[in-house]
């Protein structure tokens, strides 16, 4: 416990508003913990808690919050604007499409293993063993395109 008692008792007070607007929103999505810190904002900013953010000296941290928050929201905006107008391939989709054609051409390398045409594949490389290897490294890659740890 604090000794200074004005200080504990402006953080007990302020702790209300921060239990009531989420105490995680580090793992809410970005319109949810937007939404949640505006909230906060507003709640930190009542006249009531004025007197507290003052005891604990934390109205310019109070400020800082809001205008980085501010700041993101206008990031994201503009990222949004530039997505909507951009029609370039995302690494997701551009990985998914690899995946598909590795899987083509490794159905094709493993068709003409299969009938020895021509020799040289046979010669060149296990089919079996890089296909297995491929596969693998394609069960690896999450939905997002993130690598994931082999099951």
């Given at each position: 416990m604090s000794q200074n008692e004005p200080y504990r008792l402006a953080c007990e007070a302020l702790w209300v508003e921060f239990e009531k607007?989420?105490?995680?929103?580090?793992?809410?999505?970005?319109?949810?913990?937007?939404?949640?810190?505006?909230?906060?904002?507003?709640?930190?900013?009542?006249?009531?808690?004025?007197?507290?953010?003052?005891?604990?000296?934390?109205?310019?941290?109070?400020?800082?919050?809001?205008?980085?928050?501010?700041?993101?929201?206008?990031?994201?905006?503009k990222c949004s604007a530039v997505r909507s107008a951009d029609d370039t391939v995302t690494d997701l989709e551009a990985l998914k499409e690899l995946q598909t054609a590795v899987e083509l051409l490794l159905n094709v390398l493993n068709t003409l293993h299969a009938m020895n045409e021509p020799v040289v594949i046979a010669e060149a490389a296990d089919i079996s063993e890089a296909t297995t290897s491929a596969k693998q490294s394609t069960n690896n890659i999450s939905d997002y395109g993130e690598v994931v740890a082999p099951s």
């Open positions: 607007n989420g105490l995680t929103l580090y793992t809410a999505n970005y319109g949810e913990e937007t939404a949640a810190i505006d909230s906060l904002v507003n709640d930190l900013s009542k006249p009531e808690n004025q007197a507290q953010l003052a005891t604990i000296n934390a109205q310019e941290w109070k400020d800082e919050l809001e205008r980085d928050n501010q700041a993101f929201v206008e990031a994201i905006r």
